[in-house]
């Protein structure tokens, strides 16, 4: 059994739910068993695919989050929370924020392309390079956007996307891609 102890859980069931309920019932579903079962089906992935160290390096990171958020909420005053959180937020590599940014990016392109009832198929995520340039991230997604429905309003087979990164931290680099439409089975390769 899974305790998961929340405001009002007595009036919703005389008994914790299981959790295999999570799976069963179709009654609100308590987070904690949502994100046990993600972390389950995860860290499944993870074995299955012969990834055992990233999993433990993903729990490190889970737990040092954990304790962070934990220093930050057991200070007594609201402004001492903001300089606990500002303090915190200094000490992180700006390069993990410019990642976060990148796949905010890869998600958008992913969503047009799902309003053009496309599915997008790039196994490692090459699109992701083009949105190094932390300048104009912006205006490359938007010219990656406008390629793509250029090339599906004119059924072209592919489409070319070559950026140049303008960026200090990525100097001199480039990137080109290739992406390959199939209208009759709705992919972008």
Not at 20 to 31: E, F, G, N, T
Not at 52 to 65: F, G, M, S, T, W
Not at 106 to 127: A, G, N, P, S
Request: aromatic fraction near 12%; charge should be neutral.
């Amino acid at each position: 059994m899974f305790d998961y102890i929340y405001h009002g859980y007595q009036d919703e069931a005389k008994h914790m739910k299981r959790v295999q309920a999570a799976l069963k019932d179709d009654k609100r579903i308590p987070d904690a068993l949502k994100v046990y079962w993600v972390r389950k089906v995860t860290d499944r992935w993870y074995a299955n695919v012969g990834k055992y160290d990233v999993r433990l390096a993903l729990r490190r990171i889970e737990q040092n989050c954990d304790e962070i958020r934990k220093q930050i909420l057991s200070q007594s005053s609201l402004e001492e929370m903001i300089a606990a959180h500002d303090f915190y937020m200094g000490q992180v590599d700006s390069s993990f924020l410019e990642v976060k940014n990148q796949i905010q990016a890869v998600i958008r392109m992913v969503k047009f392309l799902q309003r053009m009832r496309f599915k997008y198929v790039d196994h490692r995520c090459k699109i992701r390079y083009a949105f190094l340039d932390s300048e104009d991230r912006d205006g490359i997604c938007d010219t990656i956007l406008t390629n793509i429905h250029s090339t599906i309003q004119d059924r072209a087979p592919s489409c070319q996307i070559t950026c140049e990164a303008k960026g200090a931290a990525v100097e001199d680099a480039g990137f080109f891609l290739e992406l390959a439409f199939d209208y009759w089975e709705k992919y972008v390769c």
